[in-house]
């Protein structure tokens, strides 16, 4: 998960003795770091009902914790998951039109910053043999610094047509 949000469940325990029957419950979510965040800082667990989805976005790769806790203190342990936020990669165009000896330059993109000793690019092809993709495999180097924050996050490639095989 990388800027893609997700719906994660949030549930009380159906065996709980303090089920909360006649008012809702607004258990408050919280995120340890800034890996990822919430869309709200809480949910509404309708009243009768035991789950909700909350809406969890990535912000940048690695571990970190989720949490949600009893805001209206009923009595409900809270509890706490562990998220792991993945790094994505994509092209900066999910198409490409070319005729016969053209030849057009595009981007890989990473969402995060390359690690140290840099992260190679390997291309699939839908039919072989009608397109190349140079270099391949791409190479994007690591972030030589922290304070560097577009270094290490694409590299540009050039897509040329061949000629259908015979």
């Keep these: 998960m990388s800027n893609v949000p997700v719906a994660v469940g949030v549930y009380v325990a159906e065996h709980t003795p303090f089920a909360h029957v006649n008012a809702p419950m607004v258990p408050p979510v919280a995120v340890a770091d800034t890996f990822a965040f919430w869309s709200t800082a809480s949910v509404t667990i309708p009243a009768g009902q035991t789950s909700v989805n909350a809406t969890l976005n990535?912000?940048?790769?690695?571990?970190?914790?989720?949490?949600?806790?009893?805001?209206?203190?009923?009595?409900?342990?809270?509890?706490?998951?562990?998220?792991?936020?993945?790094a994505s990669l994509r092209m900066t165009t999910s198409s490409y039109g070319l005729v016969a000896t053209d030849?057009?330059?595009?981007?890989?993109?990473?969402?995060?910053?390359?690690?140290?000793?840099?992260?190679?690019?390997?291309?699939?092809?839908?039919?072989?043999?009608?397109?190349?993709?140079?270099?391949?495999?791409?190479?994007?180097?690591?972030?030589?610094?922290?304070?560097?924050?577009?270094?290490?996050?694409?590299?540009?490639?050039?897509?040329h047509r061949r000629n259908p095989p015979s």
Excluded: H, K, M
């Design 58 to 86: 990535g912000r940048n790769a690695g571990t970190t914790s989720v949490y949600a806790v009893d805001g209206s203190n009923t009595a409900y342990a809270g509890d706490t998951a562990v998220l792991r936020v993945q």
């Design 103 to 159: 030849q057009l330059l595009t981007q890989v993109l990473l969402s995060d910053p390359s690690p140290a000793g840099g992260t190679y690019v390997t291309f699939a092809y839908g039919t072989q043999g009608r397109a190349l993709v140079s270099p391949d495999p791409a190479f994007i180097p690591g972030t030589p610094s922290p304070y560097d924050e577009d270094w290490g996050t694409y590299t540009v490639l050039s897509i």
